[in-house]
């Protein structure tokens, strides 16, 4: 029978394997409610006579004392089981039988509970005996235990790799399943060579390290490949079922690693023996950097020839929910040296939401910041931040061996939103444009440090349009970070600039976009409250609270070739916008209020004089066209543009009611209307400007109340009456009726609702959601699964 402690599962891995074993036990659905502090229900299950709850109690430390702290707690909670036939207790403490008796006198005043109910660590290993297919699919149970590492070591299946083994059994706790490892192991079984690439530290090694230990309980032999791939040929036996491992089988950065020594060469007969083997009882998993797959397909003939037999399985960040991202750290947390005080004050605080969020996410970093900063939380914290806001070492070995091409793509691809632009436009910043070399940088490039995308075609994007993005937000901090610390670099691009939106992408990375900028911060009041308002809600730009210090420095050091370009830019953009308009052209929005908003601030406060006029002049000029602003569907740029006037007091009091006139016209979001009275300064403006900033408030009341008569999220519609109340109080309009009537309609419709199940209305209920569903939810089980990482 096996001996398992379950010490390598967290709790949230103890909760999975146990509705595992009671799945195949009972031969019902198990649902699960996932983890989260005083809930009462771990699992579920319905039976023909009623409902099954089951409570999962994981204690690595604390033994049968912390569990029966744990029950009496959980009795506590559980007035009247409604519903509830039979209640299961599975728990990774041994039993004995004194022990169960004790936990049934606990709880049987309120559950239905049973002796032969309270599964203890000897019964779920009894139950691993009864149902093997649930122990094979286990494989972190399987680093804890000494017998099956053992007789693994000594059947010989794990072949000359007991460093591989020992690394295994150190990082098999720490790992979270996705779909990833379901997708390599179908791929090995059909295709036999799977290669796993994918951007440094995105977990490429533990992946396949999960699939060799999978391989090697089903007693395959595992042959790790270290230095060259003949160790492969050399080891391979026709007799027994191998499986070959080749860890950045291209090298770490460059392919010239490996062919100087003809490895390609070997790498592809390899690769074909793998294939033609009879029988059909080999299998090779390869790992790789995406980029230097791409690179040594384009420069090695023998691996494109076998690339078509290379099977991929691509390993991305952004195919992490928020969740998998949170399980991750949180087991990391979970076994780390971290004290349990400092683990609730983690907890309490949701200071893990900051590393979850993090546009740089990434699980090496994690990894390697709690194992050396995890002894206090002040430490810990401070580490993670430092290393998610500069993960410049995950990427600054890959960008040096890149070529020429490959650079000047990226530098161009770093002055542009974070949605990249079109392929042709791409082309055309490319000075000394050669199409083959370029062909060529784009290729090494692809999957790793770009994305080329294909559009389906739109009134302004024609079918099979493509454009280019950088891959990963750490990218791009990356090459910010260059600019602002590698001389001559920020020169040389400021110089090159063909585009206003390359402008306005450099001054929002460097902070010299709102005013107050001269200083490093914004402004107290309005610019204030906008800046932080655009972080909160996310403009997409990728621009964060903390501006790139570096790159700041450099674009101020070169004012008078930033104030150069803007000028011309800006008018070759602005006449290109009236040419398209005039013609008839796809483009309505006016483009002016968000570069302006943005330019103004920098122009004024280090441009001088001439600047601050020109400023002037395309302001006035802006609303003496007549027409209606629209910036973007937010308008929030318009209201930055009215914002950033009214505080260098630019152009004349009857400019900016006109500005003020044309804007609120084009508010259609209350969150807009809020920013603008928390923002622009009303106290001057004409009766006359006032009546129709009034007539507007109404118009978006009553769009708001026809709005939300269709939604069925009743907290939210509530929620959106009462910004619109906020809003026409701070106009001075009364729109009482119309909330009364949508407040009542709001009350009527959730009443007509459907009635929520008995069942739901017991501790602990949530619905279940699989990974990438609902944000909101995501994140609410995100909150759930760390509020119980400081229970013992």
């Not at 001996?3 to 949230?12: A, H, K, N």
């Not at 807009?672 to 300064?681: A, I, P």
Request: charged share 25%; proline share 4%; aromatic share 8%.
């Amino acid at each position: 029978m096996p001996d398992y402690d379950f010490s390598t599962l967290s709790p949230v891995d103890f909760e999975a394997l146990v509705a595992e074993l009671l799945h195949a036990e009972l031969g019902v659905h198990i649902e699960s409610f996932g983890p989260g502090r005083d809930k009462g229900v771990d699992l579920r299950c319905a039976m023909a006579d009623g409902s099954v709850v089951i409570q999962c109690k994981h204690f690595l430390r604390g033994g049968r004392a912390a569990l029966r702290r744990a029950v009496k707690k959980e009795a506590a909670k559980w007035k009247i089981a409604t519903g509830v036939r039979r209640y299961i207790l599975a728990t990774s403490v041994s039993m004995t039988v004194e022990s169960k008796e004790e936990l049934v006198r606990l709880l049987s005043p309120v559950l239905p509970i049973a002796h032969a109910d309270i599964l203890g660590l000897e019964d779920l290993n009894a139950l691993l005996a009864r149902h093997p297919q649930v122990e094979l699919r286990q494989f972190k149970l399987w680093t804890a235990s000494a017998a099956v590492l053992s007789r693994i070591v000594h059947a010989g299946l794990w072949n000359r790799t007991e460093e591989l083994l020992e690394s295994v059994e150190k990082r098999a706790k720490y790992y979270v399943g996705t779909q990833h490892f379901n997708r390599v192991m179908r791929i090995l079984e059909a295709d036999r060579i799977c290669v796993v690439t994918g951007p440094p530290g995105v977990g490429k090694s533990i992946l396949a390290e999960m699939a060799l230990l999978a391989h090697g309980q089903e007693k395959w032999q595992v042959v790790q490949i270290s230095e060259d791939v003949k160790e492969g040929f050399d080891a391979w036996n026709r007799e027994i079922p191998q499986i070959f491992y080749y860890d950045d089988f291209l090298g770490q950065t460059d392919l010239a690693e490996t062919t100087g020594k003809n490895e390609d060469h070997r790498i592809a007969q390899f690769v074909e023996r793998v294939r033609r083997a009879e029988p059909a009882n080999k299998r090779f998993i390869l790992t790789t950097r995406e980029q230097v797959f791409r690179d040594a397909t384009e420069r090695s003939d023998r691996i494109r020839r076998s690339r078509e037999f290379l099977t991929r399985a691509e390993v991305q960040i952004e195919d992490y929910s928020a969740y998998v991202k949170a399980h991750i750290f949180y087991n990391h947390l979970y076994f780390s040296d971290l004290p349990v005080g400092d683990k609730k004050l983690l907890v309490e605080g949701r200071d893990y939401l900051g590393a979850i969020n993090h546009p740089n996410y990434s699980p090496r970093i994690l990894e390697q910041v709690v194992r050396h900063r995890s002894r206090a939380l002040d430490t810990l914290l401070l580490g993670l931040k430092e290393a998610l806001d500069h993960p410049e070492e995950l990427w600054s070995g890959s960008y040096h061996q890149l070529s020429r091409m490959g650079r000047t793509i990226l530098s161009v691809l770093v002055t542009y939103p974070p949605e990249g632009i079109e392929e042709k436009s791409l082309r055309a910043h490319i000075r000394d444009f050669d199409s083959y070399t370029y062909q060529q940088a784009l290729k090494v490039l692809e999957g790793t440090w770009i994305t080329i995308s294909t559009r389906n075609g739109s009134r302004s994007t024609p079918r099979g349009t493509q454009r280019v993005a950088l891959a990963n937000p750490s990218c791009r901090d990356y090459l910010l970070h260059r600019l602002g610390t590698v001389p001559g670099e920020a020169e040389m691009l400021l110089a090159g600039l063909q585009d206003i939106q390359q402008l306005i992408m450099l001054l929002r990375y460097s902070g010299l976009d709102h005013p107050g900028c001269r200083d490093g911060k914004p402004s107290t009041g309005a610019p204030s409250a906008l800046v932080f308002r655009r972080i909160l809600r996310g403009d997409g730009s990728g621009v964060t609270a903390s501006p790139h210090e570096g790159l700041r420095e450099a674009v101020v050091e070169n004012v008078g070739t930033v104030v150069e370009r803007i000028e011309t830019l800006f008018d070759h953009h602005v006449d290109e916008w009236v040419a398209k308009i005039g013609k008839g052209g796809y483009r309505t929005f006016d483009p002016r209020p968000g570069l302006l908003s943005t330019v103004l601030p920098f122009m004024v406060e280090f441009g001088g004089r001439e600047s601050s006029e020109w400023c002037a002049r395309a302001v006035s000029a802006l609303v003496g066209i007549g027409g209606r602003v629209v910036a973007d569907p937010h308008s929030e740029a318009s209201i930055s543009l009215i914002v950033a006037v009214q505080h260098y007091r630019l152009v004349a009091p009857e400019a900016i009611e006109r500005l003020i006139n044309l804007t609120t016209a084009g508010i259609y979001d209350p969150a807009d209307m809020e920013l603008f009275f928390e923002t622009v300064d009303l106290g001057d403006v004409s009766p006359e400007l006032w009546k129709s900033v009034r007539a507007e408030v109404v118009r978006l009341a009553e769009e708001e109340a026809e709005h939300w008569s269709y939604e069925s999220d009743f907290e939210a519609a509530r929620g959106a009456a009462d910004t619109v109340e906020s809003i026409a109080g701070r106009a001075g309009v009364s729109v009482d009726r119309l909330l009364a009537e949508w407040r009542d309609s709001v009350d009527q419709n959730e009443a007509n609702s459907e009635e929520e199940p008995e069942w739901a209305r017991s501790p602990g209920h949530r619905s279940a959601e699989g990974d990438g569903g609902d944000k909101a939810l995501d994140m609410q089980r995100v909150v759930d699964l760390f509020s119980t990482l400081a229970d013992e």
